[in-house]
């Protein structure tokens, strides 16, 4: 059985994908266009506002690991240490550290649905985690599912899909190699749990479109009809041209 959000009024979305995706441009998008129709969204950051221990799991990369600290940039790039260390001892260390992120999860997802909220985004959510691990090791996928029944199951769970050497242009954290196969663990995960619905890799402009029409489609939004934007109408009143700004959405297999 899976975990559901307990007020079924509030609408409860989460973005995952490889760095540099574009998960928090597209966030930002989104909260900017319902905004404009005086939606209350409420966004919450993974690693600021759910994981646990984020200090000891900082210093380890940097002074364990001899990672660069921050966040890479185009002029400032740097080489991370953390997620794309393999080891059997780090894998341990993986499976405790995200059964405690899971709980902070139901915790963080029950009080922000409890906000008054129309729309409760997450930026990154349990399964970036989940990503990270082996999954063709049976153990590791009994472990997923076990993870799942802790945490609440989004509506919708965007996966951006991206290129990575694109993705590491725009955000040059870790080797090329890691994006590669990080990219292609997202895709296995989906494969595994089938609950994320994909937003192929295209020009920015058009993932927003894409985000923003299936996001009109599925979800119950209520507000105000703008007059200068008729890309803006709810499914209950026609949104024949929300509809049209999602052709290459890919559903989550079932």
């Known amino acids: 059985?899976?975990?559901?959000?307990?007020?079924?009024?509030?609408?409860?979305?989460?973005?995952?994908?490889?760095?540099?995706?574009?998960?928090?441009?597209?966030?930002?998008?989104?909260?900017?266009?319902?905004?404009?129709?005086?939606?209350?969204?409420?966004?919450?950051?993974?690693?600021?506002?759910?994981?646990?221990?984020?200090?000891?799991?900082?210093?380890?990369?940097?002074?364990?690991?001899?990672?660069?600290?921050?966040?890479?940039?185009?002029?400032?790039?740097?080489?991370?240490?953390?997620?794309?260390?393999?080891?059997?001892?780090?894998?341990?260390?993986?499976?405790?550290?995200?059964?405690?992120?899971?709980?902070?999860?139901?915790?963080?997802?029950?009080?922000?649905?409890?906000s008054g909220a129309d729309l409760v985004v997450f930026d990154r959510y349990t399964y970036d985690e989940l990503a990270n691990l082996t999954l063709l090791n049976p153990f590791t996928r009994c472990y997923v599912w076990l993870i799942l029944k802790i945490v609440p199951e989004p509506q919708i769970s965007y996966l951006l899909d991206a290129d990575p050497v694109k993705a590491r242009a725009r955000k040059p954290e870790y080797p090329l190699e890691f994006l590669y196969a990080n990219r292609q663990a997202y895709l296995d995960l989906n494969d595994l749990i089938g609950r994320m619905t994909i937003i192929v890799p295209m020009p920015i402009q058009d993932v927003e479109r894409a985000v923003l029409g299936h996001a009109l489609t599925k979800l119950s939004l209520r507000f105000r009809q703008p007059k200068s934007d008729v890309s803006m109408t709810s499914e209950n009143s026609g949104s024949d041209t929300a509809r049209q700004n999602m052709p290459q959405v890919r559903p989550a297999a079932l």
């Not at 509030?10 to 973005?15: E, G, K, P, Q």
């Not at 002074?63 to 260390?85: E, L, Q």
Request: glycine share 10%; net charge positive; proline share 2%.
């Open 1 to 114: 059985m899976r975990a559901h959000p307990d007020n079924s009024s509030v609408n409860f979305v989460s973005f995952s994908g490889i760095d540099g995706s574009g998960k928090s441009t597209q966030i930002d998008a989104l909260c900017a266009r319902l905004g404009e129709v005086g939606m209350r969204v409420v966004v919450i950051r993974f690693w600021d506002d759910v994981a646990r221990l984020t200090g000891m799991r900082e210093t380890t990369g940097h002074v364990i690991f001899r990672g660069d600290k921050g966040v890479g940039t185009v002029s400032a790039p740097i080489n991370r240490r953390d997620k794309n260390v393999r080891s059997w001892l780090m894998t341990g260390v993986r499976l405790f550290l995200y059964f405690i992120d899971a709980i902070s999860v139901r915790h963080t997802v029950k009080k922000a649905l409890r």
